[in-house]
């Protein structure tokens, strides 16, 4: 019997360069949101010791889920009611979500992220993740960076999986809308805790591991 469906992921991404940055993608925005699950007082990746690292971590994981939240909150609010003071609003969100992934966080502007009022974080993803398991955050590795200039990101709360659509029009400077999942997290156990974090804390580079062993959300290009 052959599998019934097909894959969502565009052809301009199933070259052999295109897809490893795809997938590499995928994996760490599941290991980005085990992280975010993750509660403070169960998990920090710069330990307990309360130095100032920790405060950084702490504040990225408060302004990614912020930044997360509006950006999905105002795009629906266009999307559904075609309200443009939400899209314009939804734009600089998704411009801010670029910049987080680029580790580029000294370009983001306050007045770009509004409805948030946070300091923006200085503790960068590429930080963070080579603290947490010792790898490159992908996205913001020169390939990463050309495909996330390439993608317009809207945040979508009701799936665990992500998708990526073509923009079929040459005057838009994106290539593809990239949807990323950020689902509410379920109710969880000591033990889920402890998956989130054995996963957030894996070296995908040394295990070969490419999708998390429980449920997490499955990035954008899935």
């Known amino acids: 019997m052959t599998f019934p469906l097909e894959t969502t992921l565009p052809p301009e991404l199933q070259d052999c360069s295109g897809s490893i940055t795809a997938r590499r993608s995928i994996t760490q925005l599941s290991q980005l949101i085990a992280w975010i699950w993750s509660d403070d007082d169960y998990y920090l990746v710069f330990g307990k010791d309360g130095n100032e690292k920790i405060a950084q971590e702490k504040q990225l994981k408060k302004f990614l889920i912020e930044i997360f939240t509006n950006q999905s909150i105002y795009s629906g609010a266009f999307i559904s009611y075609g309200n443009e003071d939400a899209k314009v609003r939804a734009d600089k969100l998704s411009?801010?979500?670029?910049?987080?992934?680029?580790?580029?966080?000294?370009?983001?502007?306050?007045?770009?992220?509004?409805?948030?009022?946070?300091?923006?974080?200085?503790?960068?993803?590429?930080?963070?993740?080579?603290?947490?398991?010792?790898?490159?955050?992908?996205?913001?590795?020169?390939?990463?960076?050309?495909?996330?200039?390439?993608?317009?990101?809207?945040?979508?709360?009701?799936?665990?999986?992500?998708?990526?659509q073509i923009i079929n029009d040459s005057n838009n400077p994106k290539k593809f809308i990239s949807y990323l999942a950020f689902p509410p997290c379920y109710p969880v156990n000591d033990q889920t805790k402890q998956d989130f974090k054995n996963w957030a804390s894996e070296n995908i580079q040394m295990s070969g591991s490419y999708l998390p062993p429980i449920l997490l959300p499955l990035g954008s290009s899935s």
Do not use: R
Not at 127 to 151: A, R, Y
């Open 95 to 164: 411009t801010c979500i670029d910049f987080l992934f680029k580790s580029q966080n000294d370009q983001i502007k306050k007045e770009d992220i509004i409805p948030v009022e946070m300091e923006i974080p200085t503790l960068t993803l590429e930080d963070l993740f080579m603290k947490m398991n010792g790898n490159h955050f992908v996205l913001s590795l020169p390939d990463g960076q050309k495909f996330v200039n390439e993608c317009y990101f809207i945040v979508v709360t009701n799936t665990f999986v992500g998708s990526c």
